[in-house]
């Protein structure tokens, strides 16, 4: 752990996904978690209203949070590619909970800062001036991909860490608002949204077909029935097993 | 009550259409039409192809394989191209990862393989001038890739901001021209036009098509970049049994049928694979309940399973559809996992497990004197 490192915790204001009730976000309480971990001196930014969901941030051990006005609508890319810029370590949350969601931020800031950026991260080591990242894949794989610093990290939802909520700390730390800049009208969204009740529809082909080739195709089982090994010795059987798993490369003998 | 009721002649003429089946044409004089049969009833149908002529424009579909296939995740972005292209615009698949099937059934026009992004190489710099390149070569309407956490997901966002170009992730729902996506943490749906980059989210497309694609092979992307910022120090594999069921890339589980738990779980260790049960074998307190696989136990998504002595319930198909290899052992042949079983055994499951526990044994063995040798 060096002393000197600048690291910076993306924040944004999460959502209860049952009640909706504003809340830090869980991914982006993660990357403060391990911000601390690596540096007792983090600053913890957020772009947007000095929401008092942000107040949960000094919670899990934030000693302030530094929210950066932006009027509503309008993209947090600027204000923060232009607060963290020389900052050796920025991690964020993969996703966001609020807004879009789409989980670009981190991209697109590490393009505007011209940093390498690493995403799906659980646990980060620094070693000197390169950081050592343990990224998640599925189906129980781990994936180890170090970069130099200063970087761009957005955390797994899966990372194991454990971050403790103390009031104590929501007490004693406080959340600092920059003065509100000159707005900038923002372009109009190219996005409607709506209340989500209504299910998505899956994308299929038309229906073309007459009756009887309809009912055929809905009593048609999707599934094949494979091969059906029925003789030979238990021995033969056991090797059969192995021979389809060597075909189908699942096995690595 | 002497009204005289009108009854329909049994014997009135009809005739045999292909399928099998009689019509009955009212007034025709009918008889049996002998060369309509030649056909076979329920003849898998030869599918017509979606594309017509030489392409004029082109939708590129990019993801990763594993093990030389890819998943129903990127089978489905191929799906949603090929629904969504024109009859004259083309659908390029793009496939980092070596391919080992035949993408036609899935609607891929133009195939590029690039076995050379191996399997679960980190090298996002290369991909994406991979993916660039045939980006500026074919110019595509949009690209579709699967929003998953095997690298699609990760690339296409780095394609939309290195091109600077409009995205939408998680997609929904997908319409000509139209996506849709959930905003606020899934409390919004919002809808747009479609952008030029659109990274689906699972199970929005149906991948049964009425067509096939022309599944041609094309010259993959040959541009290299040096060694860039990201350095891969590879993989770490956690063993089997210490991942949660839905993680686990091999499992081996039990039913009714196997009577002897520790041989069950030697050949689960031998695979290092985890250990999964149906609801008969957890009722019976032989596995604890979080290893209940099916509708109301755990959903896996496992390369291989391995299903021992399982008769293969609905209800334990449900937890296993996204499994990609099946095999069951199972001392009746007619059990209903032999029809979702890509390998049968039929046979006694103690038998079998004793035997494969012994080939694995002469092999570890053969292995092992290999290289004393
Ligand atoms: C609401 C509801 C929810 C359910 N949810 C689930 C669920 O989540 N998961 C689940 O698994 N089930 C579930 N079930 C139960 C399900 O319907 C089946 O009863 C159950 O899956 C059957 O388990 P089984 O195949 O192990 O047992 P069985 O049906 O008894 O089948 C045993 C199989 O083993 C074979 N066999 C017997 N002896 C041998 C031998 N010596 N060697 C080889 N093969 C042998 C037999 O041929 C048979 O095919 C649910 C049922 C309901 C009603
Ligand atoms: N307004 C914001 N202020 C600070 N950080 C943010 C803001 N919006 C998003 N982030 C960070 O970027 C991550 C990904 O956000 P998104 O791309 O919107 O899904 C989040 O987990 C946060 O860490």
Same mark, same amino acid.
């Given at each position: 752990m060096s002393p000197q490192l600048k690291i910076a915790a993306l924040v944004s204001v999460g959502r209860n996904p049952a009640s909706g009730a504003p809340r830090a976000a869980r991914n982006d309480v993660l990357a403060l978690d391990a911000a601390l971990a690596l540096a007792p001196q983090v600053s913890v930014l957020h772009a947007g209203d000095a929401a008092p969901a942000l107040h949960d941030y000094l919670a899990y051990g934030a000693a302030s949070v530094e929210v950066l006005p932006l009027p509503p609508e309008a993209d947090a890319l600027a204000p923060l590619a232009a607060r963290v810029a020389g900052y050796d370590l920025i991690l964020c949350g993969q996703r966001a909970e609020a807004g879009q969601g789409s989980g670009t931020l981190p991209y697109r800031l590490a393009k505007a800062l011209n940093l390498p950026v690493v995403s799906a991260a659980l646990e980060l080591t620094v070693l000197g001036d390169a950081v050592e990242i343990v990224q998640f894949l599925p189906k129980g794989q781990r994936r180890v991909v170090r970069v130099s610093l200063p970087a761009v990290i957005a955390l797994h939802p899966l990372a194991p860490r454990a971050p403790r909520y103390v009031y104590a700390s929501l007490r004693a730390g406080c959340v600092r608002s920059a003065p509100a800049p000159l707005a900038p009208p923002s372009p109009p969204s190219p996005w409607r949204s709506e209340p989500a009740v209504k299910k998505p529809q899956k994308l299929k082909a038309p229906e073309t077909r007459q009756g009887h080739a309809r009912m055929l195709g809905a009593i048609a089982t999707e599934s094949k029935g494979g091969a059906l090994v029925r003789e030979g010795a238990a021995a033969e059987k056991a090797r059969a097993i192995l021979d389809y798993l060597r075909a189908n490369r699942l096995i690595g003998f | 009550m002497n009204q005289?009721?009108?009854?329909?002649?049994?014997?009135? @003429?009809?005739?045999?259409?292909?399928?099998?089946?009689?019509?009955?044409?009212?007034?025709?004089?009918?008889?049996?039409?002998?060369?309509?049969?030649?056909?076979?009833?329920?003849?898998?149908?030869?599918?017509?192809?979606?594309?017509?002529?030489?392409?004029?424009?082109?939708?590129?579909?990019?993801? #990763?394989?594993?093990? !030389?296939?890819?998943?129903? #995740?990127?089978?489905?972005?191929?799906?949603?191209?090929?629904?969504?292209?024109?009859?004259?615009?083309?659908?390029?698949? =793009?496939?980092?990862?070596?391919?080992?099937?035949?993408?036609?059934?899935?609607?891929?026009?133009?195939?590029?393989?690039?076995?050379?992004?191996?399997?679960?190489?980190?090298?996002?710099?290369?991909?994406?001038?991979?993916? %660039?390149?045939?980006?500026?070569?074919?110019?595509?309407?949009?690209?579709?890739?699967?929003?998953?956490?095997?690298?699609?997901?990760?690339?296409?966002?780095? =394609?939309?901001? #290195?091109?600077?170009?409009?995205?939408?992730?998680?997609?929904?729902?997908?319409?000509?021209?139209?996506?849709?996506?959930?905003?606020?943490? !899934?409390?919004?749906?919002?809808?747009?036009?479609?952008?030029?980059?659109?990274?689906?989210?699972?199970?929005?497309?149906?991948?049964?098509?009425?067509?096939?694609?022309?599944?041609?092979?094309?010259?993959? @992307? &040959?541009?290299?970049?040096?060694?860039?910022?990201?350095?891969?120090?590879?993989?770490?594999?956690?063993? &089997?049994?210490?991942?949660?069921?839905?993680?686990?890339?091999?499992?081996?589980?039990?039913?009714?049928?196997?009577?002897?738990? @520790?041989?069950?779980?030697?050949?689960?260790?031998?695979?290092?694979?985890?250990?999964?049960? *149906?609801?008969?074998?957890?009722?019976?307190?032989?596995?604890?309940?979080?290893?209940?696989?099916?509708?109301? !136990?755990?959903?896996?998504?496992?390369?291989?399973?391995?299903?021992?002595?399982?008769? !293969?319930?609905?209800? #334990?198909?449900?937890?296993?559809?996204? %499994?990609?290899?099946?095999?069951?052992?199972? *001392?009746?042949?007619?059990?209903p996992i032999t029809k979702r079983a890509d390998l049968s055994i039929v046979g006694d499951a103690q038998e079998v497990m004793t035997a494969l526990l012994a080939e694995l044994a002469r092999r570890n063995w053969a292995d092992t004197a290999r290289e004393s040798v």
């Amino acid at each position: 752990m060096s002393p000197q490192l600048k690291i910076a915790a993306l924040v944004s204001v999460g959502r209860n996904p049952a009640s909706g009730a504003p809340r830090a976000a869980r991914n982006d309480v993660l990357a403060l978690d391990a911000a601390l971990a690596l540096a007792p001196q983090v600053s913890v930014l957020h772009a947007g209203d000095a929401a008092p969901a942000l107040h949960d941030y000094l919670a899990y051990g934030a000693a302030s949070v530094e929210v950066l006005p932006l009027p509503p609508e309008a993209d947090a890319l600027a204000p923060l590619a232009a607060r963290v810029a020389g900052y050796d370590l920025i991690l964020c949350g993969q996703r966001a909970e609020a807004g879009q969601g789409s989980g670009t931020l981190p991209y697109r800031l590490a393009k505007a800062l011209n940093l390498p950026v690493v995403s799906a991260a659980l646990e980060l080591t620094v070693l000197g001036d390169a950081v050592e990242i343990v990224q998640f894949l599925p189906k129980g794989q781990r994936r180890v991909v170090r970069v130099s610093l200063p970087a761009v990290i957005a955390l797994h939802p899966l990372a194991p860490r454990a971050p403790r909520y103390v009031y104590a700390s929501l007490r004693a730390g406080c959340v600092r608002s920059a003065p509100a800049p000159l707005a900038p009208p923002s372009p109009p969204s190219p996005w409607r949204s709506e209340p989500a009740v209504k299910k998505p529809q899956k994308l299929k082909a038309p229906e073309t077909r007459q009756g009887h080739a309809r009912m055929l195709g809905a009593i048609a089982t999707e599934s094949k029935g494979g091969a059906l090994v029925r003789e030979g010795a238990a021995a033969e059987k056991a090797r059969a097993i192995l021979d389809y798993l060597r075909a189908n490369r699942l096995i690595g003998f | 009550m002497n009204q005289e009721r009108k009854r329909l002649d049994p014997r009135r @003429p009809f005739v045999l259409n292909p399928a099998g089946l009689r019509r009955i044409t009212l007034g025709a004089t009918g008889g049996f039409d002998a060369s309509l049969l030649t056909a076979p009833a329920h003849a898998p149908a030869v599918k017509p192809p979606r594309l017509q002529g030489d392409p004029a424009g082109y939708l590129l579909v990019a993801a #990763h394989s594993l093990r !030389g296939v890819l998943d129903a #995740h990127a089978h489905q972005a191929i799906a949603a191209a090929a629904l969504l292209a024109s009859p004259q615009q083309a659908v390029i698949v =793009l496939v980092f990862g070596g391919l080992d099937e035949d993408l036609r059934a899935h609607g891929a026009d133009l195939v590029a393989v690039l076995p050379a992004a191996g399997e679960q190489d980190f090298a996002p710099e290369q991909e994406l001038a991979w993916l %660039c390149e045939f980006v500026t070569r074919y110019a595509p309407a949009h690209v579709f890739m699967p929003d998953n956490e095997i690298g699609d997901g990760d690339l296409g966002r780095r =394609l939309a901001v #290195h091109l600077e170009a409009e995205i939408a992730t998680h997609v929904v729902e997908l319409k000509p021209g139209a996506v849709a996506m959930y905003w606020q943490g !899934g409390a919004q749906l919002a809808r747009g036009a479609m952008p030029p980059v659109v990274l689906l989210a699972p199970d929005v497309v149906e991948t049964s098509l009425p067509f096939r694609g022309a599944g041609e092979t094309l010259a993959p @992307p &040959a541009i290299q970049v040096p060694p860039g910022r990201y350095q891969n120090r590879g993989l770490r594999e956690i063993a &089997a049994s210490a991942l949660a069921l839905e993680e686990a890339d091999f499992i081996v589980a039990a039913g009714n049928g196997v009577a002897d738990i @520790p041989t069950l779980e030697a050949v689960a260790a031998a695979f290092g694979a985890a250990v999964g049960a *149906s609801r008969v074998a957890v009722d019976e307190g032989k596995f604890p309940r979080d290893k209940q696989i099916g509708a109301t !136990g755990k959903t896996v998504s496992a390369s291989t399973y391995l299903a021992v002595g399982i008769s !293969g319930a609905v209800q #334990h198909l449900q937890g296993i559809k996204a %499994c990609r290899h099946v095999i069951a052992i199972n *001392s009746d042949a007619s059990a209903p996992i032999t029809k979702r079983a890509d390998l049968s055994i039929v046979g006694d499951a103690q038998e079998v497990m004793t035997a494969l526990l012994a080939e694995l044994a002469r092999r570890n063995w053969a292995d092992t004197a290999r290289e004393s040798v």
